[in-house]
């Protein structure tokens, strides 16, 4: 789990990201310290991003790297795959850093837009309202 400070919602994640992997390519979170577990995270996990206070959206970590900060500095960085996967969100308390999920405790995958009757013909704007307040 990781704060994703700053972001809206989840379609400011995927903007910020998208501008980020065009200016600054690969798409990655910089971390000060590599995961301990990264055999564990490689093998098909993800960074579960928590929005103003929810847990809403996970994306695949492809790879863990040795990188640099603007400022020089050592880091490791979790390699993204660019796709955004919205989650049935879960309110999360404050935290910092960024924990590890187990996979029990971790949110189901929201349904398709067709799997949930009705939803689709809700204005994008109120979806993400929805979603932001773990109704959706």
């Not at 960074?47 to 050592?74: F, H, K």
């Amino acid at each position: 789990m990781k704060l994703a400070v700053g972001v809206r919602d989840i379609e400011d994640l995927r903007a910020w990201q998208a501008e980020r992997a065009l200016t600054h390519p690969p798409l990655r979170h910089r971390t000060r310290m590599a995961p301990r577990r990264r055999e564990e995270v490689l093998d098909g996990g993800s960074i579960y991003w928590v929005i103003n206070g929810s847990m809403l959206v996970r994306q695949r970590i492809l790879d863990i790297i040795e990188d640099t900060r603007d400022d020089g500095t050592a880091c490791a960085a979790l390699v993204l795959d660019p796709g955004l996967v919205p989650l049935e969100g879960r309110p999360v308390r404050a935290f910092q850093g960024w924990r590890y999920l187990d996979a029990d405790d971790a949110p189901a995958d929201q349904k398709g837009p067709g799997e949930v009757s009705g939803l689709d013909v809700l204005p994008a704007a109120l979806r993400r309202e929805l979603r932001a307040l773990c109704l959706l």
